[in-house]
């Protein structure tokens, strides 16, 4: 059997259950599609960079950011109920343009077959 490091469970389980928590409350907010892709722990557990993704207008993910800017303390608050840890982590968001990378990359192979099927 596989062990774990620690960092990599509670990263799991902060990862699932901000995004339990956040699903309903950002899809009513944010009028896009917010999705949370990864949480990257510092060494001593006392800091979590949340990443998230983020498809709709630049304006609406303005209000993205300031509502997870604004609520971070509560959402702290609630994501450690469920850890088992001394010291919940500070919990920060970065935005990851993965998603949006790879969907303009998609288009650009797309361009390139259709001008290769012209020709």
Do not use: C, W
């Not at 389980?13 to 907010?29: E, Y």
Request: proline share 2%.
């Amino acid at each position: 059997m596989k062990q774990y490091k620690r960092s990599d469970r509670l990263q799991a389980q902060i990862l699932r259950d901000i995004s339990q928590l956040l699903d309903s409350r950002l899809s009513d907010a944010a009028g896009g599609l917010v999705t949370f892709t990864r949480v990257r722990l510092s060494s001593d557990l006392r800091n979590a960079t949340v990443y998230y993704s983020f498809l709709g207008s630049e304006e609406n993910h303005q209000k993205v950011i300031a509502y997870l800017d604004r609520e971070k303390g509560r959402i702290r608050s609630e994501v450690g109920r469920g850890l088992s840890v001394r010291h919940v982590p500070e919990i920060m968001f970065k935005f990851d343009p993965s998603i949006e990378d790879g969907i303009r990359m998609e288009q650009l192979f797309e361009q390139i077959k259709h001008e290769r099927d012209r020709q």
